[in-house]
């Protein structure tokens, strides 16, 4: 399994990106499910998951920022990031599970200039 994230970039504070997540390989089953990020300098945290289900939960954070989707057809995960901050200036990372092994793509930069 090999999970393309994409979508980064330079942005100044209050505007949008969307970062997507695109799986390929051996897919059968294969359940994207979450975007991390990692500031310099700081642990990786969780910042929205999507379950089965289509519920959704966020990182207080990011609370009414960004938006956590998910296309099965196509295999792909979305992150809409809304009214960026420079506090959000991290890598960030897509996160897949399959059989208790998790997968993670290689990660898209994020910087929000102030």
């Known amino acids: 399994v090999q999970l393309q994230a994409s979508g980064g970039g330079l942005v100044q504070a209050g505007g949008s990106l969307t970062l997507s997540c695109a799986a390929s390989?051996?897919?059968?089953?294969?359940?994207?499910r979450a975007w991390y990020r990692q500031a310099p300098g700081k642990q990786r945290e969780l910042v929205a998951t999507?379950?089965?289900?289509?519920?959704?939960i966020y990182a207080d954070s990011v609370k009414g920022r960004f938006t956590i989707s998910r296309d099965n057809t196509l295999n792909t995960m979305y992150l809409q990031m809304n009214s960026l901050k420079p506090e959000d200036t991290a890598v960030y990372y897509c996160?897949?599970?399959?059989?208790?092994?998790?997968?993670w793509g290689q990660g898209t930069l994020v910087t929000v200039s102030s």
């Open positions: 996160n897949a599970a399959r059989d208790g092994y998790a997968y």
């Open positions: 999507i379950f089965s289900s289509g519920n959704t």
């Open positions: 390989g051996s897919i059968s089953s294969i359940n994207l």
